[in-house]
C-alpha cells in the first residue's frame, strides 16, 4: 500500500482557480450593481459564492487530497468527497487540457464506489481521480506502474481510443 499527496504545484494551481472564480463573481457584483436593475440579486449571490469559495479553500489547505494505491484498489480522498474503490471499476484513463496545462486522470462511475466521505450535497455521476495533481509526470513514476500493474485494462482501452481518434 502506497500514499500519494497532491503537489504543491497542483494545489497552487487549483488556490488560483478557486481565487479567480471569486474575483469573478466580485466583478460581476459590481458591474451590475452599476448597471443593472436586480443588483441585489447578484449582489447576495456574489457573497453566497465567495463563501462558498473560501470555504473551498480552506478545505483544501486543511486536508491536502491523497490517493492510496493496494492490491485491492484506489481509496481517494479529494475536496469534495473521499471513496474506495476496487480496479475493476476505475472505467478509464482522461485527459483534459486548460489554460494552466494538460491533466490527466482516472474516471469512476459514483455507482461502483464505497463512500468514505460526502462534503458535497449533489453528487456527480462520473468522479475524476485526477492523476496528474499526484505526480507531475505520473505514468513514470512509481504511481502509473502501480496503476499498470494493477489495472492493465486502462492502458489497452486508452490505445484503442487513441487509435480511432488518429
Given at each position: 500500500m502506497k500514499e500519494y499527496f497532491v503537489t504543491n504545484k497542483a494545489k497552487t494551481i487549483l488556490e488560483t482557480k478557486l481565487i479567480g472564480g471569486l474575483l469573478a463573481g466580485i466583478l460581476i457584483t459590481v458591474f451590475f450593481s452599476i448597471y443593472g436593475k436586480a443588483a441585489w440579486v447578484f449582489f447576495v449571490g456574489s457573497i453566497v459564492l465567495s463563501l462558498t469559495y473560501l470555504a473551498e479553500l480552506n478545505r483544501l489547505r486543511k486536508s491536502p487530497e491523497r490517493i492510496i494505491i493496494s492490491s485491492k484498489g484506489v481509496e481517494y480522498y479529494g475536496i469534495s468527497f473521499s471513496f474506495k474503490t476496487g480496479w475493476e471499476n476505475l472505467e478509464s484513463i482522461i485527459s483534459h487540457r486548460d489554460i494552466f496545462g494538460k491533466y490527466e486522470g482516472l474516471i469512476v462511475d459514483v455507482g461502483e464506489?464505497?463512500?468514505?466521505?460526502?462534503r458535497i450535497r449533489i453528487m456527480p455521476v462520473k468522479i475524476l481521480i485526477p492523476l496528474s495533481s499526484f505526480?507531475?509526470?505520473?505514468r513514470v513514476s512509481e504511481l502509473g506502474q502501480q496503476i499498470k500493474q494493477y489495472a492493465p485494462h486502462l492502458?489497452?482501452?486508452e490505445h484503442i481510443i487513441r487509435g480511432k481518434n488518429n
Open positions: 464506489i464505497d463512500l468514505i466521505e460526502r505526480e507531475d509526470n505520473w492502458f489497452e482501452q
